[in-house]
């Protein structure tokens, strides 16, 4: 092996033996659960906002889009029908 392969190798393990083995915590105590509610509740909220607000936004042009297209639908249908009849 080169030099080079044997210095990838050992900065290698030299950061796997460095990082920490900490034990991490899984479950909330009584405050935390409380914090993370509100926590959550708020950001539902800003979201929900948001989302309400975009759709406003978006209804009329939608709207529009739907309508004219069914317009166009069935203006292509009358005409298919009137070249039927001739």
């Known amino acids: 092996m080169r030099k080079s392969n044997y210095i990838y ?6 950061v796997h033996f ?6 991490t915590r ?7 659960r409380v ?3 509100s926590l959550s509740v708020r950001q539902f909220e ?3 906002r948001y989302t309400d607000s975009v759709c406003l936004l978006n209804r009329d042009s ?7 297209s069914l317009l166009r639908i069935r203006l292509i ?7 039927d009849e001739k």
């Open 77 to 83: 249908e009358i005409e298919n029908l009137v070249e």
């Open 35 to 37: 914090i993370f509610d």
């Open 46 to 48: 800003d979201i929900r």
């Open 62 to 68: 939608m709207y529009n889009y739907m309508v004219d």
């Open 9 to 14: 190798i050992l900065l290698l393990l030299l």
């Open 26 to 32: 899984t479950t909330l105590n009584a405050e935390e």
């Open 18 to 23: 460095s990082c920490g083995r900490e034990e």
